[in-house]
């Protein structure tokens, strides 16, 4: 027997494996084993398919069979295929993504002492070092024995091994526990008197044995429970283990041990809130839709009550046994979300996040894999990687949403389009739900590849917000503007604050200042590692990069001429937020943004001080603009709306469309609100859609330029990124790289080019964008692209340039 297995490495091939006789029983598609690979190293890797064949010399046994059932289905590692296809990125990736870190078994390089070795040899003062630790050890972890150390250990221990002093082994060490409880269960029949006379009768030479027993029995009864949590017991009783432990060796009691959850149980169930009547007629419209189409759009304004829809057709899935995925963009910015869910589905609602411990993402992973009662997940992206059964429907929440795009690290997939790969192994529905969609969304919807549901009004007939505009350069001139507040803002903030009611002050960017400047020569810190200004954070006193997390101290004075004449550029939210503090003495005003809420808990306690109304203002970057629901918020500012529009991104207006709607939309969620934006640009046409709160100009807009210059949804894109630390062989190997794409009629090719930030991490960056007729089979187009990278390669001066595939790019 044979098997093929994935490593969670970032290799594109499988590996072929010969499956012991007395482990033959036991393997199967989607099991977890142990291989060696490499010298000696041991791994996790995941049984991909198992076929007869010859066993050669050169194929390595299966190790170990971790579980006795599979970790994925054959329907998984078939997503897992399609997605490592689409994103032209190694299955290894993808494994390594999908499979929570303490379910994957590796070994540890372990350093043992020579304890017979007798000779003596003149030892350096490192070898002597390493020798004094292992004698009092024996053996040790070598990453923590180069921790004792306090020197880099590796060049010395290879030494001492040379002379016999120590040897290596690999030791296979099991991350994942489960959680166990003992547990004292009754080794008799508590409805049998005569023999329960028999056992009180054995216990009167031992008094203190009756008395923990009758406790027992009393309980055993009253409580109608057939076991007891040893622990628990020993709390209630004040009983010493000692004699549990006693009654359990005269055969009178048992104990056993039982995994306990770290899952929260919750039995409390809330009823469902009643539909109005446009709710109903919406829940209706989709249900329609789903019978001849796969994917509906569900279009509401904010505050419409598209989560009351969400639940209903939820309820309707778990009727018929299946389980259902509802993806959120940010797990921390939907507690109220998740605690309504809560109520609803008790112990049917698991949370799925990046952020929760990964002993407790391992359980979510290994219920959903063995358990047949149907769930609802809700959580954040990664979600889609977990083992479900019997997928019913995905509810894809602000599916407009920038987060459900993986960027950082391969592989680089959206959850929505992850998600429609798996509604499609499943047989599901998917339902996409926003105030404002994607463009490449909503067109799909209009040309009817998905269903479109629209919801125009508010829940229980409440009015959108009245939207004002303020002309900053006007105010400026007419010197109406007091800081980086305008009059009219400031007299509206007075006002709401007199009315007892709430503000929210809108300005996308953290820190005091973007950067600090000489007056004298110009001179403007930047990071030693990246090709960006540092921004000042006044509350810190540091300069910090927002790439790279470098820090400098501010120092008050020029780096270069020494002039202590140091200006402020630009602002962020410590600057507005300190303006606001003078401007109103007597409100209490908090911030959200990243530099607040780094430390764990600190996001929460923010949002509940804000919506339990111990703070009056709250100044917060696109944090706020996200899933909060407060109750009592009259006025929401935006300090300045055109930073969001000046990006170098065909994507910028759309962007900058969906956060001002959004961050518009925590107004007057309750009673009627006001939205104050202050703006460069009242006549920009983006500015007066959202004013208007005019969707479908603003679509037709958008659609009408992308059209022009050929961008999505009338083409597909895939972005090319080319690191490396040598700016000069960054660029050369960019131009050929373009020069390879440009012969290919599959790619409309531009660049190379410069991207916004130049140097990141100290690697130098070129991009290329690949523009591709939808009319194209991505399997072809993919098949194609990777082909070319190969050949590129074949050129041995870039056999260490990083190249990143970007496929749909945000």
Known sequence: MLVNVILPFPLKSKFTYYVPTELQSQISVGQLVIINFGVKKFFTGIVFDVFEGE????????????????????????????????????????????????????????????????DEIPLSDKEFAIYNILQNNNSLNINKLNSICGFNAFPTLKKLSEKNLVSFNEEVKQKYREKTVNVIVPNFDINNAKHIEKIIVSLKKTKKQAQVFEKLLDIFISDNQSELENIDFQGRTNCSSAIINALAAKNILKIEKRILSKLASNNKVESTKQ?????????????Q?????????????????????????????????????????????????????QGIFGEKLLVYHSQIADSKRAEIFKELNKTTDNKVVVGTRSSVFLPFNNLGLVVIDEEHDNSYKQTEHSPRYNAKTAAAFLAQIFDAKILLGGATPSIEAYSKAKFGKFGLAELSQRYSGVKLPDTQLVDIAEAYRKKRMTGHFSLELIDKI???????????????????????????????????????????????????????????????????????????KGFGTEQVEQEATKLFPDAKIGRLDLDTTRKKGSFQRIINTFEQQYSDIMIGTTMISKGLDFSN??????????????????????????????????????????????????????????????????????????????????????????????????????????????????????GPDNPPIEKIKYLHLKRILLKINNKHSYLDINKSLVEDIENFRQNTDYKNINVIIDVEPT
């Not at 971790?66 to 490592?84: C, Y």
């Not at 539909?275 to 249900?287: A, H």
């Not at 001179?523 to 960006?532: A, E, G, L, S």
């Not at 460069?680 to 100009?697: A, F, G, H, M, T």
């Open 55 to 118: 066993v050669t010399e050169n194929l390595k046994p299966i190790v170990y069979v971790i579980d006795t059932k599979p970790i994925v289905s054959k329907n998984h590692l078939e997503f897992w295929e399609k997605l490592s296809e689409y994103y032209c990125c190694p299955i290894g990736d993808v494994f390594r993504a999908a499979i929570p870190s303490v379910l994957r078994l590796d070994s540890e390089t372990v350093v043992i002492f020579n304890t017979d070795f007798e």
């Open 275 to 287: 539909l109005t009547e446009i709710q109903q007629n919406t829940l209706t419209k989709i249900e």
């Open 289 to 341: 839709l789903f019978e001849n189409q796969k994917t509906v759009l569900l279009h509401g304004v904010t505050s419409s009550g598209k989560t009351e829809i969400y639940i209903q057709l939820i309820l309707k899935e778990l009727a018929k046994n299946k389980n259902i995925l509802y993806l959120v963009p940010e797990i921390g910015l939907t507690s109220h979300l998740v605690e309504r869910l």
């Open 494 to 568: 007075k006002e709401t604050l007199s009315k007892k009611e709430q503000v929210i002050l809108f300005q996308n960017r953290r820190g005091y200042s973007l950067s600090l400047e000489c007056q004298e020569c110009g001179w403007v810190q930047k990071c030693k590692r990246c090709d960006v200004s540092l921004t000042y954070h006044r509350f810190t006193n540091t300069l910090s990069c927002h790439y790279c997390g470098y820090t400098a101290g501010n120092y008050g004075v020029c780096q270069k001429c020494k002039s202590k004449s140091l200006s402020n």
């Open 633 to 750: 918020v009259g006025l929401v500012g935006v300090i300045n709306a055109d930073n969001l529009m000046n990006f170098p991104n065909f994507r910028a207006y759309e962007n900058a469309y969906q956060t001002l709607v959004q961050v518009s939309g925590r107004a007057g969620r309750k009673e009627h609100g006001n939205v104050f934006i202050q703006t460069y640009s009242p006549e920009n046409p983006l500015i007066i859609n959202v004013l208007k709160n005019d969707y479908q100009s603003f679509f037709k807009m958008q659609m009408a330029e992308r059209n022009l210059f050929y961008y999505p949804p009338y083409c597909r894109l895939i972005q090319i990124t080319i690191k490396h630390k040598d700016s000069i062989l960054t660029n050369t190997a960019a131009i050929n790289l373009a020069e390879i794409l440009k012969k290919n009629p599959f790619f409309d090719v531009l």
